[in-house]
């Protein structure tokens, strides 16, 4: 036989430690994922959504109203970045456009601001200031005579 030294009792006190220590980590990582959650939270996209269900299917109507025009749009930026759209109808750029545009920033870090736009080269619309570095939202209201289309698009 060879001589063990005794095993030390588990008293009240280890399980006092370990249920502290437990929950020490349990609340630190809570009040650590809530308070990121909370710093990068960037608002609602509707503040009622039971108001904005009465609208829908006046969206629903417009949506068809729009996708009729068969309109094909295209946005990029170039390379000073400045917004180029193009907007065609059976291959042709349309012409005589009249461009409104809010650009924002996705998840609703900086307030809405007015973009400007002027004819380019070849049927394209260039918007007149560029767009700082980053990710945005671009939502557009593009109009050729009576006909309407709006559009949304994300810009990196």
Known sequence: MTDRPAAKAFTGWHMTAILVAFFAVVMTV???MARLA?????????????VASQHYNEWLKRADAQDRLAWNETVSLDPARHVLLTVRKN????????????????VGRTAPAALQFEPAASGVMRSVEPLALGRWRLDLIVRHSVE???YRKDVQ
Request: charge should be negative; proline fraction near 6%.
């Open 38 to 50: 909370s710093s990068t939270f960037g608002g609602t996209v509707v503040d009622n959504s039971y």
């Open 30 to 32: 809570n009040f650590t």
């Open 148 to 150: 309407e289309a709006r």
């Open 91 to 106: 291959d042709k750029p349309l012409g005589d456009l009249v461009v409104s545009a809010t650009v924002s920033h996705p």
